[in-house]
């Protein structure tokens, strides 16, 4: 049971700032430096997710502050909750556990409707063509020097296996395993993946690094961020997967 109404909410997180400000309108205010969406986003800044400014936080006097358990610090939770906010916790790791969260944090937590957009991309995800033909073996970097790929149990990995992709260290004991560069390299690679997010990849650096390999570049917001985005995310991320960049020809320097 809710311990009452909810009129004002501090998010740690930036999808979960877009779902709840594109819900209700009025309800956030504050949020991450890191929260860009919905554009124009009018509320106080309360630093960034592994840094927040739990003091001015706490001043705000918000009814519920909504985090996460692998983005946010689990002592800045701490300080919140010993100050008397009420702290909501996410865990999400499959895109059944986004819809379930997110349905749980708006509707129960924050004592919301049930908004359109998430009835729309569960329906968008569900209409997802079944791929054919083998799929392609692929490392997934989402971070250089040094470099770090998807390992195992992560939501982006879910979403890539639902597109078709086949994750080649989706089964590594490490989420978000250091790799050597030489090493991913030789991995049996058919194509590299490379998200804007958290590092920011472009077509000028990150194929580069795997000479003979064609390259996708994806929308880091629609392969991380569960919220709103997620009613695009499908059509939108299989159609980056079928625009690959030609291998590249030549290796990177010290990189």
């Known amino acids: 049971m809710r311990p009452g109404p909810v009129r004002s909410v501090v998010s740690l997180v930036p999808s979960l700032t877009e779902a709840v400000a594109v819900t209700a309108p009025g309800l956030l205010v504050g949020a991450t430096d890191w929260c860009t969406h919905p554009a124009g ?22 009814d519920l502050v909504v985090a996460n358990e692998e983005e946010n610090r689990l002592a800045d939770l701490t300080a919140l909750r010993g100050a008397g906010v009420r702290v909501w916790v996410t865990r999400v790791r499959t895109l059944a556990e986004a819809f379930r969260s997110l349905d749980r944090l708006l509707t129960g937590a924050c004592g919301l ?28 970097p989402i971070w250089r020097r040094p470099w770090m790929v998807l390992g195992r149990d992560t939501f982006a990995g879910d979403l890539l296996r639902r597109l078709g992709v086949h994750q080649l260290y989706a089964d590594h004991p490490d989420r978000y395993p250091r790799i050597p560069l030489p090493e991913l390299r030789s991995c049996g690679a058919d194509l590299v993946v490379l998200p804007d997010e958290p590092y920011r990849f472009t077509a000028g650096d990150g194929p580069e690094a ?44 010290g990189r």
């Open 113 to 140: 409707d049930r908004p359109d957009w998430l009835d729309g991309a569960r329906a968008s995800w569900s209409r997802l063509p079944v791929p054919v033909g083998p799929a392609p073996r692929a490392v997934v």
């Open 41 to 62: 986003l009018d509320v106080v800044r309360i630093g960034g997710t592994k840094n927040p400014d739990t003091d001015r936080i706490a001043a705000l006097a918000p």
């Open 210 to 253: 795997f000479p003979g390999l064609p390259s996708v570049l994806l929308s880091g917001r629609h392969l991380t961020w569960y919220g709103p985005s997620l009613a695009e995310a499908a059509t939108l991320l299989r159609e980056q997967l079928a625009r690959p960049l030609p291998p590249a020809a030549w290796a990177a320097r």
